[in-house]
């Protein structure tokens, strides 16, 4: 069984910055696709940020293209999302998401992010 771990979200201010972390346990967490999705209330939950394993593809909601990076440390199991610029609409629970080669999915139990004055 895979466990996934979220950390560091917080209250940060409108054009702060924050880094959340996820930790995926399992020897082969370098095949894992890793994903970082978030839902806010009363809304859907949605895909923010995916990385492939291998090249490292990644894809990226329009809404924080140019915003948020995401990156991954094969050697810690651990994948980063580095969120700038963060605005209102950014606050949510944020999930982190592993994809193993085959097919099981794994969700991590959220982290608060909420952007406020």
């Known amino acids: 069984q895979v466990q996934v771990v979220e950390s560091g979200g917080g209250l940060v201010e409108p054009g702060g910055s924050l880094r959340l972390s996820c930790t995926a346990s399992g020897a082969t967490f370098s095949d894992y696709v890793m994903s970082w999705y978030r839902q806010a209330p009363g809304k859907e939950r949605e895909l923010v940020a995916r990385m492939a394993p291998g090249d490292g593809n990644t894809n990226y909601a329009d809404s924080v293209k140019g915003r948020f990076t995401i990156s991954r440390d094969n050697a810690k199991n651990t994948v980063y999302l580095q969120m700038n610029s963060l605005n209102i609409e950014d606050t949510a629970v944020y999930y982190c998401?592993?994809?193993?080669?085959?097919?099981?999915?794994?969700w991590g139990q959220g982290t608060q992010v909420t952007v406020s004055s």
């Open positions: 998401k592993a994809s193993d080669p085959w097919g099981a999915l794994y």
